[in-house]
């Protein structure tokens, strides 16, 4: 997509990203050209699939942020990733956990999507992948 709107002659006035748009958005500012974003993406989830050895699932809610944080204890287990939206909330965490906050906000009436993801990315669940990634941006910025 940012190949297709530099070949029409748009560039962007700032860039912003979440997650792994945050690589992209640092290409598109012209912080990385685009074989270091490559080697960034590549590193990136890497690290994460290595981070990830216990299961972990994500959950999108059709629900203000205040509704879902009232079935958010500390002990719960789950974070909020996202908050897309004013209903719109995306829960991350261990699986067992996120299948248990599943079921209290569907028998509450609240709608749930399990999202098809590979793990429960921004929660603890991945919190093994900051370090070396980190070094790794270190060592390609030098």
């Given at each position: 997509?940012?190949?297709l709107?530099?070949a029409?002659?748009?560039?962007?006035?700032?860039?912003?990203?979440?997650?792994?748009?945050?690589v992209?958005?640092?290409?598109?500012?012209?912080?990385y050209?685009?074989?270091?974003?490559?080697?960034?993406?590549?590193?990136?989830?890497?690290?994460?699939?290595q981070?990830?050895?216990?299961?972990?699932?994500?959950?999108?809610?059709?629900?203000?942020?205040?509704?879902?944080?009232?079935?958010?204890?500390?002990?719960?287990?789950v974070?909020?990733?996202?908050?897309?939206?004013?209903?719109?909330?995306?829960?991350?965490?261990?699986?067992?956990?996120i299948?248990?906050?599943?079921?209290?906000?569907?028998e509450?009436?609240?709608?749930?999507?399990?999202?098809?993801?590979?793990?429960?990315?921004?929660?603890?669940?991945?919190?093994?992948?900051?370090?070396?990634?980190?070094?790794?941006?270190?060592?390609i910025?030098?």
């Amino acid at each position: 997509m940012l190949r297709l709107l530099q070949a029409v002659g748009i560039e962007p006035a700032a860039t912003a990203g979440h997650s792994f748009g945050e690589v992209i958005a640092l290409h598109a500012a012209g912080a990385y050209d685009a074989a270091t974003a490559m080697q960034v993406a590549i590193e990136r989830g890497r690290l994460m699939a290595q981070a990830a050895a216990e299961p972990g699932a994500m959950l999108s809610v059709r629900a203000s942020l205040e509704e879902v944080e009232a079935f958010l204890g500390p002990d719960a287990g789950v974070v909020v990733a996202n908050h897309n939206g004013p209903r719109q909330v995306v829960l991350s965490g261990h699986t067992p956990a996120i299948e248990a906050v599943d079921a209290k906000l569907r028998e509450s009436g609240l709608s749930t999507t399990r999202l098809d993801v590979a793990t429960a990315f921004h929660s603890a669940v991945v919190a093994g992948a900051v370090e070396p990634l980190r070094a790794f941006l270190d060592f390609i910025r030098s």
